[in-house]
Each structure stands twice: as C-alpha cells, then as structure tokens.
C-alpha cells in the first residue's frame, strides 16, 4: 500500500503546548502534503512539501521531510483549542495521478 | 467566491435506489476527485478525472459511476450495486502540472444515509 501512515492516532494536550504529527510512507514521492479536517467539514490544506525540501514552514507549523526515512512530521507550536482538529498526510507517489491519505491523527487541544 | 460546492449536505436513501451526488467548481481547476470517508478513517479514492471526458477509476470504485462532460461538474452516482453506501462522500479539485498534484481543494462533503 502507498499510504500514509500517522502516529499516534489521538493527542491529547493543553492550551499552548506544541503537538507533532508523524507520517510514515513506502514509495517515492513528488510531494507531501498535509491536511487538516474539523469534525463533519471538508477538508483544508495545510501545508505541501516536495521530495527535494527537507523543512517548511507556515505561520504556527513546522513540516520536516526525510526521503531517505521515507517520513515527515507535522508541529504546531503553541497550540490553541481551534487546532482540535484530524490532522492528514496525503503523499503523492511519484508516477500515480493522486493522493493517498492515511487514517490520521486526532489532536484535542485543551483550554 | 471561488470555490468548491457540494450538494445536497444530508441525502438519505432506500436500499436498492441509485442516488447522484453534485459537486462543482469554480477554480478552473482541471482534475476533479471523489473520497469516500467512513468513521474514524481517512479517505479512500473512488474516481478521479484529469480532464473533461475522461476518467480513471480510484481504489473503490465498484459500486459507483461519475460522468465529466464539463470542467466545472464531476457529479458522483452511488448505484444499486454498492453494497455499504452510508458514508461521508468529498469532492475535491486541483491543478494538475505533467504528473505533480498541487493541493486540493475540498468541498464541505454529503453525508448520505442508506436505509
């Protein structure tokens, strides 16, 4: 399977403490791409990262990518209780024309 | 506003029945995707489209049935054939460059209910 593969599958943590996300995948990618979906809503793109990045960030998160580990983490620092959320990796295997989103993690931030 | 829109929210069904899903863009976005999303999982690919009449099955197809026949509408049929419909279904849409996906954008998704 190409999928992705969070960890942990829940968080719980306080208001203002960091949480990191991580993602495990088995192919060659183009990108990684990271989501973000509140309970019943669509999801929202967060942030992407192609195979030749290693960091990026974007405003509260920090995205790291090792290609040789085949792995990427996600943190939020200083979380807030509107970061309760399920948090998506979705690589995208090189030579196949999608996404493959693993199961998630679910991230409660408490006030 | 620019975006994605998907209607109706809440679908509700008898066994047995064929139902349509609509999804619609406003992006100018060339691919179009449907997700299925059952509880406390992630998102599985059912059929995706690249460009207008044209489409390729995703990793759940069977069961259901999607037409392209403008860039703005990928409308998704969940047929008589699909054997546990109830779920949360998400249309998606994206650039697509060569063989790069950027990010997707995703409609506010269906809940459809089979009874």
């Known amino acids: 399977s190409q999928q992705g593969e969070e960890d942990p599958q829940a968080l719980s943590i306080q208001e203002g403490e960091n949480a990191t996300m991580n993602c495990s995948y088995k192919t060659s990618i183009n990108n990684l791409q990271w989501y973000r979906q509140n309970s019943g809503r669509g999801l929202v793109h967060l942030i992407l990262?192609?195979?030749?990045?290693r960091e990026k960030h974007s405003g509260r998160l920090r995205v790291t990518l090792d290609t040789s580990k085949k792995s990427s983490s996600l943190l939020i620092t200083a979380s807030r209780a509107a970061d309760t959320a399920s948090y998506f990796c979705?690589?995208?295997?090189?030579?196949?024309?999608?996404?493959?989103f693993g199961t998630g993690t679910r991230l409660l931030v408490s006030p | 506003d620019g975006g994605i829109t998907q209607s109706p929210k809440y679908l509700f069904r008898k066994e047995g029945q064929n139902v349509t899903l609509s999804c619609e863009q406003n992006l100018n976005h060339d691919a179009m995707y449907w997700y299925r999303q059952d509880p406390g999982q992630g998102l599985r690919l059912i059929y995706y489209s690249q460009i207008v009449n044209d489409f390729q099955k995703g990793d759940i197809a069977e069961g259901y049935s999607v037409s392209r026949e403008k860039k703005e509408s990928f409308p998704l049929t969940v047929t008589s054939a699909q054997k546990n419909p109830t779920a949360f279904y998400l249309c998606?849409?994206?650039?697509?460059?060569?063989?790069?996906?950027?990010?997707?954008?995703f409609g506010p998704g269906t809940r459809l209910t089979v009874t």
């Open positions: 998606a849409s994206s650039t697509i460059l060569r063989d790069r996906i950027d990010e997707q954008y």
């Open positions: 990262i192609r195979s030749n990045e």
């Open positions: 979705a690589p995208h295997p090189r030579g196949f024309q999608k996404l493959v």
